[in-house]
């Protein structure tokens, strides 16, 4: 018996305005994919007849296997009209959940004998239309979402994530959506874009150095956010004391290049500091200097989710004739005739981090493994155990994370909580160690005066509504404790230590200007005997910690 199949398709009708690529997360709403079916059927068919295989034809981004997999349950000697709607569906399906949601599946009219002929029909982008940009181009706008492109077909998947890179970049935001063109067969798309001057300029002033180095710090940071126009980030930073310029240079410089048809981000970074201590968006952790380079591959955005992996290598050079001891620079003489005035790390990095916003909440985390690799000059167990004899590793491993959480309550408080942690069985180079105290961390103290192989910092902070605009009061608790390997050969290296501390501050940010004003006093000190060096934290030990911000 002859089987003639009329013409059954999935046919595309019209994209509202307001479905707006929910499947993208683009940073300010989804883009949903607006989709009507209608599907010819002859009512009440329930003649059977053999299916032996499928042949699809048109543009087919799906590879043969995948294909093949998803069409095998259809296969069948007793098929009937039902058995075709059903594979149809399960191929656009397919499509929709690899990212082709404007491919569509058809029966066209054929007579069934052993294989079924499914069409697959795409619908392509018409016009491309950017709306808002005052500081940045057509050109770059259309740079940043590449997928998108006049007579092709994106894949919503790599559009997402796309839009999520853009929308990293601080000065400016964008918003894909769709809709119907007046062309058969045609998308219109429509990106909205909020943006802001690309550099800027921003001046800080802090109390967070110590008497050894000054009590002030000055900072100058540098940014441009759209080098080359191609969005570029470049970020340079440098700080001194003005008390005693002399003794403190700190110079950072960053620089991030995403990588939009890749679906990911390269970065590289520099930083010499002849302190310790955060300044800018940089950190240092030792008297030296850190040569870093990474990449980030972003994963496919669910919701409110950002996620990414990243792969990366730093080659650090500590300065061992200056090792700080309770967050003061300690002069150390070193016998050059077999040391090497330096100590180096050179440790690969991999790492998972993510980005969740919800309605009233964000949360953030991340987790990576880094490993040296010993070798060359002041990389070698030799040149560590001169340092420090607890040391019987070069080729160290180390597990690292922070995670952090903001939530609003109601009537306008806001709760914060974050934490950062490292763990290590081997015994750590100073420059490596976890460090605690300072005012990125245990408050009431100065930056970083303890530290140990492994280590917990956690923080939690209650801001009340805005008194005025932009200015908060907060209380807040932290704490931290510490452990060290191999301490049983050693006088100088507790085992366990810890610090804890609670306090009271306000902030204050509104347009160009920030001013943060936070006192802790110190509830639980370090505990290394009394007969350490002077500036390690004690109990009732407390600090005013002061950082005013102008960005021009």
Known sequence: MSVRIKAMSIRYFTVPMACVLATLSLGWGGLAQAQESATAVASANTTSFRIRGFELTGDIPLSTDETTRILAPYISNQATIDTLQQASAALEKALKDKGFALHRVSLPPQEVGDKVTLQIVKFVIGKVVVEGAKFHSEANIRASIPELQTGQA?????????????????????????????????????????????????????????????RDRLAVVVGHNNVLDRDHQLSLAFTTSLERSSDVKQLGLNYRVPLYAQGGVFAASYTNSDVVGQFGSFSSSGVGETLGFSYSHYLQPEGGRRSY???????????????????????????????????????????????????????????????????????????????????????????????????????????????????????????????????????????????????????LELSTPELVPGLRLLGFADAGVLASNNTASVTNKASTDGLTSAGVGLRYGQGAVGITAEWARVVRGATVPASAPTGLPRQGDEKLHVNLTARF
């Open 309 to 459: 992996l990243t792969l990366g290598w730093e080659d650090k050079t500590f300065n061992a004739t200056k090792i700080t001891v309770g967050g003061v620079v300690q002069y150390t003489p070193v016998d050059l005739s077999f040391n090497p005035v330096h100590r180096k790390s050179q440790p690969l990095t991999l790492g998972y981090a993510s980005r969740i916003e919800g309605d009233a909440s964000v949360l953030a985390y991340s987790v990576n493994w880094a490993g040296n690799f010993a070798g060359g000059s002041g990389n070698t167990l030799k040149a560590y155990q001169a340092e420090d004899p607890r040391i019987q590793n070069a080729s160290w491993n180390a597990l690292r994370g922070d995670v952090s959480y903001t939530r609003a309550l109601g009537t306008g408080w806001l709760l914060g909580a974050r934490s950062q942690f490292q763990f290590t069985s081997d015994a750590l180079i100073s420059g490596e160690q976890f460090g605690l105290g300072g005012s990125s961390s245990v408050r009431g103290t100065n930056e970083r005066p303890i530290s140990g192989d492994s280590g917990i910092f956690a923080s």
């Open 154 to 214: 994106p894949n919503f998947q790599r559009l997402a994530v796309q839009t999520a890179i853009a929308n990293e970049n601080p000065s400016k935001q964008i918003q894909v959506g769709l809709k119907e063109s007046e062309e058969p067969d045609q998308i219109d798309t429509r990106v909205r874009v909020v943006d802001e001057r690309p550099w800027s300029i921003l001046v800080g002033v802090s109390n967070t150095g110590n008497e050894s180095t000054g």
